[in-house]
C-alpha cells in the first residue's frame, strides 16, 4: 500500500510512502486487540475503592434489645449489615486490575488495529514538521487545512516534540504521541491518525 505525503498546509508533495504488508495490511486479529484494550483500561484504574464492614463500623458493641419478646428478629449489633450505617457485606475493597500479557500478542494487536485504519483510509502521512514555538493557532491551522477540524486525531510523532505538545494540549478531540508509545488503545480511539514519515519506518521496525 502506497500513501502520498502531505505537508502542512494539506497540499500533496511529490513523495510516497510504501506502508508494511505485515503491519499495514495484516488480517486483523479482533481479539488481540480485545485484550490489549482491556489491558490498557484495566492499568489505569487506581482500585483505591473500599467500604467499612462491620468490623470496621464505630459503634457501640451492646446487645440493642433483648434477644426474645420483641416480636421482631433477633439483633445483637447496631453494627448489623440489616442495620442503616451498619457495616456492608462484601464490598469493594482496594485491589489491582492490572493484569500481563505477552509481547508478541501486544504486538499483533497494534498492527491489527493499524490495518483496521488503513483499510478504512484513515491514516495520512505528513512531512516531518516542527514549531518554532508552542502556538495552538498554527497546530489548529493545520488541522484546518487537512479538513479535519472538529474531528478525532492522532499525531503520531517519532520522537519527543515539546512545541508540538504543547501546542495541540489544550485541544478537545487531539492526542499527540511518539511511535515508541504508540498503544492500540489509541490507535483504535482515533478517528484518524496522523503520521510522520520518519515515524512510519519507527512503526514498522518495531512491529515487523
Known amino acids: 500500500m502506497e500513501l502520498a505525503v502531505y505537508n502542512i498546509s494539506g497540499k500533496k508533495t511529490d513523495k510516497k510512502v510504501k506502508l508494511s504488508k505485515s503491519v499495514f495490511e495484516m488480517d486483523p486479529?479482533?481479539?488481540?486487540?480485545?485484550?490489549?484494550?482491556?489491558?490498557?483500561?484495566?492499568?489505569?484504574?487506581?482500585?483505591?475503592?473500599?467500604?467499612?464492614?462491620?468490623?470496621?463500623?464505630?459503634?457501640?458493641?451492646?446487645?440493642?434489645?433483648?434477644?426474645?419478646?420483641t416480636g421482631t428478629a433477633r439483633a445483637g449489633s447496631i453494627k448489623n449489615p440489616l442495620f442503616r450505617s451498619g457495616g456492608r457485606v462484601f464490598g469493594p475493597q482496594p485491589r489491582d486490575y492490572s493484569f500481563k500479557l505477552n509481547k508478541k500478542l501486544k504486538k499483533v494487536a497494534r498492527a491489527?488495529?493499524?490495518?483496521?485504519?488503513?483499510?478504512?483510509?484513515?491514516?495520512?502521512?505528513?512531512?516531518?514538521?516542527?514549531?518554532?514555538?508552542?502556538?495552538?493557532?498554527?497546530?489548529?491551522?493545520?488541522?484546518?487545512?487537512?479538513?479535519?477540524?472538529?474531528?478525532?486525531?492522532?499525531?503520531?510523532?517519532?520522537?519527543?516534540?515539546?512545541?508540538?505538545?504543547?501546542?495541540?494540549?489544550?485541544?478537545?478531540?487531539?492526542?499527540?504521541?511518539?511511535?515508541?508509545?504508540?498503544?492500540?488503545?489509541?490507535?483504535?480511539?482515533?478517528?484518524?491518525i496522523l503520521m510522520l514519515e520518519s515515524s512510519v519506518k519507527e512503526i514498522e521496525n518495531s512491529l515487523s
Request: hydrophobic share 30%; proline share 2%.
Open 29 to 69: 486479529n479482533n481479539h488481540a486487540i480485545y485484550l490489549d484494550v482491556k489491558q490498557y483500561l484495566a492499568n489505569q484504574r487506581q482500585g483505591t475503592h473500599k467500604s467499612k464492614e462491620r468490623g470496621e463500623i464505630t459503634g457501640s458493641t451492646r446487645k440493642i434489645k433483648k434477644q426474645k419478646g
Open 112 to 192: 491489527s488495529a493499524l490495518s483496521t485504519m488503513a483499510k478504512s483510509k484513515s491514516i495520512t502521512v505528513l512531512e516531518d514538521f516542527s514549531f518554532d514555538s508552542p502556538k495552538t493557532k498554527e497546530y489548529l491551522n493545520m488541522l484546518s487545512n487537512l479538513e479535519m477540524t472538529g474531528k478525532k486525531t492522532l499525531l503520531v510523532l517519532n520522537a519527543p516534540n515539546n512545541n508540538i505538545y504543547l501546542s495541540s494540549r489544550n485541544l478537545d478531540r487531539t492526542n499527540v504521541t511518539t511511535a515508541a508509545n504508540l498503544n492500540t488503545y489509541q490507535i483504535m480511539n482515533a478517528g484518524n
